[in-house]
């Protein structure tokens, strides 16, 4: 009985040091894994890291070269950087308008970007601001979304801002909406009715306006009859009311205003073509009404508010601030029609020095 009692106790001992020998490998084993898994994730993650910075560095010296030359149309070969490479293709969309597709690679891993970049043409069409119901070249603000509207749903006006928007409230309406930056919507209106507005590409036009006074003279030249000219002295503020309006009602005329500190329009009924030009101040109160086109473009313009009545068409083409628009605007085909033949198609230069606009970037793959 000792003797089988002696052998017992040293197959469990055996057993007990191979059962505990089992256990530490699985513990050595599972901490080798994880080790090397850790190692392979930082690893990989590093390759990540650098084939995005090797794709942004891509799509910089595609942009680089845009810059320099506006013609450019490229389509590199892999180009070695350090442990990665990277390559790029850039191509037209419009003459405006360019794709580049940029590409970094590291070891296994690749990361490839989308961006589309665009230029002001030299000249600008007026008549392309026609489709649009509120243009802006620039960051906005609007008060209230729903206050712009449309006469006519099967035409409808476009909404497009070449820089950021910010919506402060917002009803029930169905605007599309064109912009290149964020929209920004206040706390209280992020509601429902912001999805019954479509946004969409119209090939949004940029303007960096070099000088106005061509179409100015054009418009002179052409219309001597309907052209009404007010120059205000510098540092002065000028009110635009019935009294000091040189226009009569119903009568399709242009105004244009310029120069000066600021101008404020209120309590008239305008129709036609009016245009501010080269103001730091522009405000358009509650009591004004303008059935027509509205133009703002200067440079020197800092300030824009608009709080009255339109019908037709706002166009702000150039600035130096974030414009406001606070008022009511329907926008109606109809009206514009009375003012098209206003419109020049190659009278207003745009600056020949300008930086390239990025209207999109993404990852693609």
């Known amino acids: 009985m000792k003797k089988y009692l002696h052998k017992n106790k040293g197959f469990t001992t055996i057993l007990f040091t191979i059962i505990v020998m089992f256990l530490v490998s699985i513990v050595v084993f599972s901490f080798l894994f994880l080790c090397v898994y850790e190692y392979r994730s930082i690893s990989n993650y590093s390759h990540y890291e650098q084939a995005y910075y090797l794709a942004l560095g891509a799509q910089e010296e595609a942009k680089a070269k845009l810059s320099s030359n ?27 308008r360019k794709k580049i597709i940029s590409q970094g690679r590291a070891t296994t891993i ?14 600008t069409d007026l008549h ?16 209230n979304l729903g206050e712009i509207a449309q006469k006519d749903s099967k035409t409808p006006g476009i909404i497009g801002v070449t820089g ?31 999805e019954m507005y479509p946004l969409i590409d119209s090939n949004l036009p940029l303007c960096e306006i070099a000088d106005g006074s061509s179409y100015i003279t054009w418009l002179a030249d052409k219309y001597p009859d309907k052209i009404h000219y007010i120059e205000i002295e510098s540092n002065k503020e000028f009110i635009l009311d019935e009294t000091t309006n040189p226009t009569e009602e119903g009568v399709w005329d242009i105004c244009i205003v ?107 793959e």
């Not at 506006?70 to 405006?96: A, F, H, M, R």
């Not at 909406?177 to 209280?188: K, P």
């Not at 509650?286 to 509205?294: H, L, Q, V």
């Open 70 to 96: 506006w013609n450019t149309t490229t389509d590199t070969s892999w180009i070695p950087l350090g442990t990665g490479e990277y390559q790029y293709k850039i191509t037209v969309l419009s003459p405006t």
């Open 110 to 123: 690749s990361r490839k970007f989308e961006c589309i970049v665009q230029i002001p043409l030299a000249i």
């Open 128 to 143: 392309y601001f026609t489709n649009y119901s509120l243009y802006c070249n620039g960051d906005l603000k609007i008060q």
């Open 164 to 194: 950021n928007l910010l919506v402060n409230s917002i009803t029930r309406g169905s605007s599309p909406m064109d912009v290149v930056g964020n929209i920004s919507l206040n706390q209280t209106s992020k509601n429902n009715y912001f």
């Open 258 to 364: 310029k120069g000066g500190e600021s101008l404020h329009v209120k309590d008239l009924h305008f129709d036609g073509l009016f245009i501010a030009e080269n103001m730091k101040k522009i405000q358009i109160e509650d009591s004004a009404t303008i059935e027509g086109m509205t133009m703002v473009f200067g440079a020197k313009t800092d300030c824009v508010n608009i709080h009255g009545n339109i019908v037709g068409n706002v166009s702000i083409l150039s600035m130096s601030c974030v414009a406001n628009f606070s008022g009511r605007l329907v926008y109606d085909q109809e009206i514009l029609g009375n003012i098209m033949s206003f419109l020049s198609y190659n009278e207003v230069n745009n600056s020949t020095t300008y930086d390239l606009t990025m209207i999109k970037w993404n990852e693609v």
